[in-house]
Antibody, heavy 122, light 107 residues
């Protein structure tokens, strides 16, 4: 069965960076785009960007341009999202998600990781 | 960016009720809309895509309709497990954006 398993909770100081992993299993890793979505406590959903595990191509929301990096390791079917210059407003649960169709063109998500809480605090 | 206005922000309902949630897009998005359900402490779950297509495994009491700028999610015969927060998402273009959510709680 398809699974996305994320790394554990992190506590970071303002100005630091955090790297969250998302390990995929149960399907052909390179066939489906991975997106990242975050949710501050008690708040709504915010799309961060996506990457193609096949080509490595990425695209990010303007709010995160210059601060976010997405990479992948095809040997372990893992995608990484790194967010730098952290501030208190980045405190949120970060989710990796998978689109349901190979080759792109369907920017909604049928499988989600369990979420990773990132807390930014002095 | 496309803004998604979701209403109401909360609704109190009883088991068996019919609940309707509306989502309005700031520009024409054709049928590029998805709906998700989220329960506390868990990731969202895809209910509807392409405005009206039911995701596999989702009960048929959930239905979606609309096109252009106005969309609705209807729950026909609310069940205890349906008390949750619901979000719409436009998938027409980047950046992907969401409605603010509708919390459905017990009357």
């Amino acid at each position: 069965q398809v699974q996305l398993v994320q790394s554990g909770a992190e506590v970071k100081k303002p100005g630091a960076s955090v790297k969250v992993s998302c390990k995929a299993s149960g399907y052909t890793f390179t066939n489906y785009e991975i997106h990242w979505v975050r949710q501050a406590t008690g708040r709504g959903l915010e799309w961060m960007g996506w990457m193609s595990p096949n080509s490595g191509h990425t695209d990010f929301a303007q709010n995160f341009q210059g601060r976010v990096t997405m990479t992948r390791d095809t040997s372990t079917s893992t995608v990484y999202m790194e967010l730098s210059s952290l501030r208190s407003e980045d405190t949120a649960v970060y989710y990796c998600t998978r689109v349901p169709c190979s080759g792109g063109g369907c920017d909604f998500w049928d499988y989600w990781g369990q979420g990773t809480l990132v807390t930014v605090s002095p | 960016d496309i803004q998604m206005a979701q209403s109401p922000s909360s609704v109190s309902a009883s088991v068996g009720d019919r609940v309707t949630i509306t989502c309005r897009a700031s520009q024409d998005i054709s049928n590029w809309l998805a709906w998700y359900q989220q329960k506390p402490g868990t990731a969202p779950r895809l209910l509807i895509f392409a405005a009206s297509s039911l995701q596999s495994g989702v009960p048929s009491r959930f239905s979606g309709s609309g096109s252009g700028t106005e969309f609705t999610l209807t729950i026909s015969g609310l069940q205890p497990e349906d008390f949750a927060t619901y979000y719409c998402q436009q998938t027409n273009n980047f950046p992907l954006t969401f409605g603010g959510g509708t919390k459905v709680d017990i009357k």
